[in-house]
């Protein structure tokens, strides 16, 4: 069995409710439990509910911020769409240990260089459920993980529903992990 670390918030941190997404207000020297560590973001339990820790706010929870992808200064579209991917691999639904990748929820990555400098990433997403409050949520910290690329001026992280997710899109990884195999 799992020991869940408890921690004291150092600071105010603002939260986001699991799952329906609201933010709220976490106060300095909150007892918490550290449910799940994933991508550089934090599941915490405060007071019977779970809440979401960005991880700028890692500090908080007395952690370090995830590292900034690195890009050569050579670097191709092609080199620039295989880290779109390796970003999108840090964004996990707060409530499932798995990324939105293996998931299967990320349909469609494109590169596209912008006139002057720098690119432009276009992500079409779903979700694993139409009315997820945490939708929302998800792709923005996925939009949030391809700016932090080098280069990428621009970025559009779109929901989309058509064709709807089902189980066969997850990798065979995300399908032993969640027993769906």
């Known amino acids: 069995m799992q020991t869940l670390e408890r921690i004291r918030l150092t600071r105010d941190t603002v939260c986001t409710m699991v799952p329906s997404g609201q ?87 494109t590169v596209t260089p912008l006139p002057v400098s720098g690119r432009r990433v276009e992500v079409d997403m779903t979700l694993t459920a139409p009315g997820c409050g945490m939708g929302g949520v998800i792709a923005s910290d996925a939009h949030q993980r391809i700016m932090e690329i080098p280069t990428v001026e621009e970025a559009a992280v779109e929901l989309v ?17 969640t027993g769906m195999f």
């Open 161 to 177: 529903f058509d064709p709807p997710w089902s189980r066969e899109m997850m990798s065979e990884e995300a399908k032993l992990a």
């Open 23 to 109: 933010k709220v207000l976490a106060s300095k020297d909150t007892p918490v439990e550290l449910m799940q560590a994933l991508g550089g973001s934090f599941t915490i339990k405060a007071r019977g509910h779970l809440l979401r820790v960005e991880g700028r706010d890692a500090d908080a929870l007395g952690k370090e911020p995830p590292p900034k992808p690195e890009l050569p200064e050579d670097a191709s579209d092609s080199d620039v769409e295989k880290l779109v991917w390796d970003q999108l691999k840090t964004v996990f639904d707060p409530e499932i240990p798995i990324n939105i990748v293996d998931l299967g929820l990320i349909y469609k990555v």
